[in-house]
């Protein structure tokens, strides 16, 4: 949150102007950068609207808890009001979004979605918005685990007239989705009191809310399961529900009209790309769609055919590999669900592919064509290995040569990482993927970062978290010989050796060897953690505590990152004729991405180990607690 008060504070302070400079100044120091303008502008109009609405209300007592950040999510709800019910004499809490539109229309083929003349592509409908946002707090706010009748949700357009808004109530309504206009203001009012007491001061309700735990998120490998079946196990949000309805209406169109069309949905780790990936793939499966969700990752679809379809085998068989479509006939698919697809290569073809089926086709124009909707979800900043070459120009090229329409919808919210936008910035910087070089980290309550002066020192805290109910993993760079792997029964060779610490590389087959998961089961199997993961298995997955070891293929040099292929044991990027500097940073900002709880950080390089320890902090050293 950036401010919290109760509602005669937030009035008086939004009147003398000082809540705006507090806001300003806390979302600096929480998030590293200013408000924009829209955003700064929406608080000084929409703020004070809110206040004087619980002040008339005679609500001046209730506690307003302002932008509000969801948990282990980098969105944030407007302003969550705390109370007491005024009849049942429960805790209450009312979700507030604040919209500014003078109007809004319902999307003609979605009522779940609208459009406002701001924006050229639709939005979410804010009714179906702050429902989801106390669907995300129920579920995430252990304050309100089973207690979801605690929770209510509106969205306030307080300059619009009915005449402009009316149409957005096409959705259901429900107590955790309402809509008031401006016009309705009394109706707004009485709904307020409705929810919260006039006579009971909410502070020490806000106080509950916020020390509710966090649950852990739910990651996605170990309920993929239910996901395909279910889809209501995790809550899509904002611009993530807008890009799982544009596909559903894609795909609606291309069998009412015999349309084709593709759709494209960038955005960062841990974005939600492949929750939605999964939530398209479940509804598709029980509307009898023909669909199938293909990537160009061994570990994570031979991960998703075992945990997702563990007892299923037609389910197992929804998962593919980019190049099973190179003899596919021309939209023999419905959908094509492409996760990963910055992991596209230039064709399909290896040394292993017939002469007959080597046709130089272009990977991307297999997977176009192979479907009447192709969606492809990708990540442009994650390509790792030469060959890479999955981006959203390359997409729109395809599709611009056969004449379709290709629609870009951008993920911003952030679930990996406890939802730190903060975290990943630092990481950006750090590495040189963003301007302004590496800056020191200051702790954001979501994420944990920490600096092991050894392996063994990072080993053991792990093992400490892992004691405590967390999963915990080491990677690193890859930048020790991967001897082959031993006979059932053997000891795996202990390939990455520091000093006197020697572990061994994860697995590269598809069978467990000594106690050792297969190698796509790395990232998912408790029976990991004794193996040290490189990029490979990691990419894709998540898991609680990260552990990092920076070998000598990056290391600081007085003010600068300088890189080294030479250090690099990977065949691949010591032969690449590429930007080898880049695949590198690339290779360690995954690695650095995978933890949802927090990262310890390693360096083989003690002038580079100095560094980290600098931006950490050296009292944020990993001993054991």
Same mark, same amino acid.
């Given at each position: 949150?950036?401010?919290?008060?109760?509602?005669?504070?937030?009035?008086?302070?939004?009147?003398?102007?000082?809540?705006?400079?507090?806001?300003?100044?806390?979302?600096?120091?929480?998030?590293?950068?200013?408000?924009?303008?829209?955003?700064?502008?929406?608080?000084?109009?929409?703020?004070?609207?809110?206040?004087?609405?619980?002040?008339?209300?005679?609500?001046?007592?209730?506690?307003?808890?302002?932008?509000?950040?969801?948990?282990?999510?980098?969105?944030?709800?407007?302003?969550?009001?705390?109370?007491?019910?005024?009849?049942?004499?429960?805790?209450?809490?009312?979700?507030?979004?604040?919209?500014?539109?003078?109007?809004?229309?319902?999307?003609?083929?979605?009522?779940?979605?609208?459009?406002?003349?701001?924006?050229?592509?639709?939005?979410?409908?804010?009714?179906?918005?702050?429902?989801?946002?106390?669907?995300?707090?129920?579920?995430?706010?252990?304050?309100?685990?089973?207690?979801?009748?605690?929770?209510?949700?509106?969205?306030?357009?307080?300059?619009?007239?009915?005449?402009?808004?009316?149409?957005?109530?096409?959705?259901?309504?429900?107590?955790?989705?309402?809509?008031?206009?401006?016009?309705?203001?009394?109706?707004?009012?009485?709904?307020?009191?409705?929810?919260?007491?006039?006579?009971?001061?909410?502070?020490?309700?806000?106080?509950?809310?916020?020390?509710?735990?966090?649950?852990?998120?739910?990651?996605?490998?170990?309920?993929?399961?239910?996901?395909?079946?279910?889809?209501?196990?995790?809550?899509?949000?904002?611009?993530?529900?807008?890009?799982?309805?544009?596909?559903?209406?894609?795909?609606? !169109?291309?069998?009412?009209?015999?349309?084709? +069309?593709?759709? *494209? /949905?960038?955005? @960062?780790?841990?974005?939600?790309? =492949?929750? $939605?990936?999964?939530?398209?793939?479940?509804?598709?499966?029980?509307?009898?769609?023909?669909?199938?969700?293909?990537?160009?990752?061994?570990?994570?679809?031979?991960?998703?055919?075992?945990?997702?379809?563990?007892?299923?085998?037609?389910?197992?068989?929804?998962?593919?590999?980019?190049?099973?479509?190179?003899?596919?006939?021309?939209?023999?698919?419905?959908?094509?669900?492409?996760?990963?697809?910055?992991?596209?290569?230039?064709?399909?073809?290896?040394?292993?592919?017939?002469?007959?089926?080597?046709?130089?086709?272009?990977?991307?124009?297999?997977?176009?064509?192979?479907? !009447?909707?192709?969606?492809?979800?990708?990540? +442009?900043?994650? *390509? /790792?290995?030469? @060959?890479?070459?999955?981006?959203? =120009?390359? $997409?729109?090229?395809?599709?611009?040569?056969?004449?379709?329409?290709?629609?870009?919808?951008?993920?911003?919210?952030?679930?990996?990482?406890?939802?730190?936008?903060?975290?990943?910035?630092?990481?950006?910087?750090?590495?040189?993927?963003?301007?302004?070089?590496?800056?020191?980290?200051?702790?954001?309550?979501?994420?944990?970062?920490?600096?092991?002066?050894?392996?063994?020192?990072?080993?053991?805290?792990?093992?400490?978290?892992?004691?405590?109910?967390?999963?915990?993993?080491?990677?690193?760079?890859?930048?020790?010989?991967?001897?082959?792997?031993?006979?059932?029964?053997?000891?795996?060779?202990?390939?990455?050796?520091?000093?006197?610490?020697?572990?061994?590389?994860?697995?590269?087959?598809?069978? =467990?060897?000594?106690?050792?998961?297969?190698?796509?089961?790395?990232?998912?199997?408790?029976?990991?953690?004794?193996?040290?993961?490189?990029?490979?298995?990691?990419?894709?997955?998540?898991?609680?505590?990260?552990?990092?070891?920076?070998?000598?293929?990056?290391?600081?040099?007085?003010?600068?990152?300088?890189?080294?292929?030479?250090?690099?044991?990977?065949?691949?990027?010591?032969?690449?004729?590429?930007?080898?500097?880049?695949?590198?940073?690339?290779?360690?900002?995954?690695?650095?991405?995978?933890?949802?709880?927090?990262?310890?950080?390693?360096?083989?390089?003690?002038?580079?180990?100095?560094?980290?320890?600098?931006?950490?902090?050296?009292?944020?050293?990993?001993?054991?607690?």
């Amino acid at each position: 949150m950036l401010f919290r008060a109760s509602a005669k504070t937030v009035a008086a302070r939004a009147l003398d102007g000082s809540l705006f400079f507090h806001l300003n100044e806390q979302h600096y120091h929480q998030l590293g950068h200013r408000a924009g303008a829209s955003e700064a502008r929406s608080w000084e109009r929409s703020i004070p609207v809110l206040a004087a609405a619980l002040n008339e209300a005679g609500l001046g007592d209730v506690e307003v808890i302002l932008e509000y950040a969801l948990p282990l999510n980098s969105k944030r709800a407007d302003a969550v009001l705390a109370g007491r019910h005024p009849v049942t004499g429960e805790p209450s809490y009312v979700v507030v979004e604040l919209k500014q539109w003078g109007q809004a229309t319902p999307d003609e083929d979605d009522p779940e979605l609208c459009r406002i003349d701001a924006y050229t592509h639709p939005v979410l409908n804010p009714i179906e918005q702050v429902r989801r946002y106390c669907e995300h707090i129920v579920n995430f706010n252990g304050a309100l685990a089973g207690q979801g009748h605690r929770v209510s949700g509106a969205a306030y357009l307080h300059n619009a007239t009915e005449f402009g808004v009316s149409g957005l109530r096409a959705v259901e309504l429900d107590d955790q989705g309402q809509l008031f206009s401006g016009e309705r203001r009394g109706e707004f009012l009485a709904y307020l009191r409705s929810k919260l007491s006039t006579t009971v001061p909410g502070a020490s309700f806000a106080d509950a809310f916020l020390s509710g735990k966090q649950a852990p998120s739910k990651q996605l490998m170990s309920l993929a399961a239910q996901e395909v079946r279910e889809r209501e196990q995790f809550v899509l949000l904002d611009e993530q529900q807008v890009a799982y309805r544009l596909v559903l209406n894609a795909v609606r !169109r291309a069998k009412q009209s015999d349309h084709k +069309e593709v759709v *494209v /949905v960038t955005g @960062g780790p841990g974005t939600g790309k =492949s929750v $939605i990936a999964l939530s398209l793939l479940g509804e598709l499966y029980r509307q009898g769609v023909p669909a199938l969700h293909a990537t160009g990752s061994k570990a994570f679809t031979q991960t998703m055919r075992k945990v997702a379809g563990a007892r299923k085998r037609e389910v197992q068989d929804l998962f593919k590999y980019f190049n099973s479509f190179m003899t596919a006939e021309k939209n023999a698919l419905d959908v094509l669900i492409c996760d990963e697809a910055h992991r596209l290569r230039e064709t399909s073809a290896n040394r292993w592919t017939r002469a007959a089926h080597r046709t130089g086709k272009p990977q991307v124009d297999e997977l176009v064509d192979a479907a !009447r909707v192709p969606v492809f979800l990708l990540d +442009e900043h994650q *390509v /790792v290995r030469p @060959g890479e070459m999955g981006t959203v =120009s390359e $997409i729109e090229a395809a599709a611009a040569k056969r004449g379709l329409a290709c629609t870009v919808v951008p993920l911003d919210s952030q679930f990996r990482c406890g939802g730190s936008e903060v975290y990943l910035r630092w990481v950006l910087r750090l590495l040189g993927l963003e301007e302004g070089g590496p800056v020191a980290w200051e702790p954001d309550e979501r994420m944990e970062l920490r600096t092991a002066d050894s392996p063994e020192e990072m080993e053991r805290f792990l093992e400490s978290r892992r004691a405590q109910g967390y999963g915990a993993r080491i990677t690193a760079g890859y930048c020790w010989p991967w001897s082959p792997e031993p006979k059932p029964g053997e000891p795996l060779p202990a390939d990455v050796v520091i000093g006197d610490w020697a572990r061994p590389w994860n697995l590269r087959g598809d069978r =467990s060897v000594s106690g050792a998961p297969a190698s796509s089961l790395w990232a998912t199997d408790p029976a990991g953690f004794g193996q040290v993961g490189c990029v490979y298995t990691a990419q894709g997955f998540e898991y609680d505590w990260s552990g990092v070891i920076l070998g000598p293929d990056l290391v600081w040099r007085g003010d600068r990152w300088i890189t080294d292929r030479t250090a690099s044991k990977d065949s691949v990027i010591k032969k690449s004729t590429t930007d080898v500097d880049r695949l590198i940073r690339n290779t360690y900002k995954v690695l650095l991405t995978r933890g949802m709880v927090g990262t310890v950080l390693y360096s083989t390089d003690p002038e580079t180990q100095e560094k980290l320890r600098e931006l950490v902090g050296s009292q944020q050293e990993a001993a054991v607690v």
